[in-house]
Structure formats: structure tokens, C-alpha cells
């Protein structure tokens, strides 16, 4: 028989599989990148950090809403639009907090710190690019994944900025461009969720 659904429970299968490995790449990043970040005094790991929690909400959110009903999913990518804003307004909070009384970044820490969330994100999207055709919450997971790639280039650039200069500015700017990033891709899904736009 060819409609006995199989094939999209088989498709709903693999995206539940790919989620939860990217929620517990991006959850352990979080943990891992914010010590890091508080360690080295580094606007840009903080708030790269914040973007992991972003992420990882944003797939466990994806990861509740697969195979449910159209208004679920959509229901699902505007809370995740939402908490986009939450955290990105975080970031840029946390921006102006360290850049009133913040301590001088460790560059090297920045490089190598956003080198390895490089690799992490790099691999989360290469996963999720294979269901990037799916519905609103899988494409919102794929543009959130390749900004973060974008971020995480931004966060070795500054740190090596940083590390020339001794100037603490380059890594207040990426901060404050990751939270704008962050913003963005809050604003975008919040769209895509309200258009009614969907794909299963």
C-alpha cells in the first residue's frame, strides 16, 4: 500500500533523530562556550553562548512540533521566534553591561573557544541541511544554523583582533552583531510562523 503513511512516519523518524542530536550539541556548547566566555571577559563568547540556548530551544521547541498538526508547528516556531528576541535583547544587554564595566577579553580564548563552536555548528548544520525542505520550524533551525556559522567566524576574527590590539571594542562589536543576528532570525521566523505559509 502507498498510503499508509509510512513514509512520513519514517521522515518524522529521522528529523526527531537529527534533532536531538543537534539540542544536545548546542546545550553542551552553551554550557561549555558561557564558562568560557565569563573566563576570558568576552562579550562575543557570552553572546554566542546565548545564541546556543537560542538554538537549542529553538530545535527541543521543533522537536515537540514534528508530526503534529499545521497550527501546533506554527504555534511552536512563534514561541521560538519569540524567545529569539528575549535572549537577543539579552545579548545586547550584556554588551552594554560589559562595555561600562566589563575587564579586557583573552583573544586567544575567543579563537579558540569559537573555533570549536565553529566545528559544532558546522556539523549541526550539515545535519539539518538535509530536511531544510521541511516544514517552518525545520526551515527556522537551518537559517539559525547558518547564522551561527556566520557568528562563530566573527567571534575567531575579533578574538585575533583582539589579541593584536588589546582593545576590548572588536569584541564588544561582535557581541552586539550576534545579538542583531540573533534578533533577525527572531524577527524571520515570526513571519514565516504568521504567513501560514507551511510545508509537510
Not at 134 to 139: L, W
Request: hydrophobic share 55%; glycine share 12%; aromatic share 6%.
Amino acid at each position: 500500500m502507498t498510503d499508509c503513511g509510512c513514509e512520513l512516519e519514517a521522515e518524522g523518524d529521522a528529523q526527531r533523530r537529527t534533532l536531538r542530536v543537534v539540542l544536545a550539541i548546542n546545550a553542551a556548547m552553551f554550557v561549555v562556550e558561557i564558562i568560557a566566555g565569563v573566563l576570558a571577559s568576552s562579550t562575543g563568547l557570552i553572546a554566542d553562548s546565548l545564541d546556543m540556548l537560542a538554538d537549542a530551544s529553538v530545535y527541543a521547541i521543533s522537536l515537540y512540533a514534528v508530526g503534529r498538526a499545521a497550527n501546533i508547528r506554527r504555534n511552536a516556531a512563534t514561541a521560538s521566534g519569540v524567545l529569539q528576541l528575549a535572549l537577543g535583547f539579552g545579548v545586547l544587554i550584556e554588551a552594554v553591561r560589559r562595555f561600562i564595566g566589563g575587564g579586557e577579553p583573552i583573544g586567544v580564548a575567543m579563537m579558540a573557544m569559537g573555533f570549536i563552536a565553529l566545528i559544532a555548528n558546522s556539523f549541526c548544520l550539515w545535519l539539518i541541511a538535509k530536511h531544510k525542505g521541511g516544514d517552518v520550524n525545520f526551515r527556522a533551525s537551518y537559517i539559525f544554523s547558518a547564522n551561527d556559522v556566520i557568528a562563530n567566524i566573527g567571534v575567531i576574527v575579533s578574538g585575533l583582533i583582539v589579541k593584536l590590539t588589546g582593545s576590548q571594542i572588536p569584541d564588544l562589536v561582535i557581541g552586539i552583531l550576534i545579538a542583531g543576528v540573533v534578533i533577525r532570525g527572531g524577527i524571520k521566523i515570526l513571519r514565516m510562523a504568521g504567513s501560514g505559509t507551511e510545508t509537510s
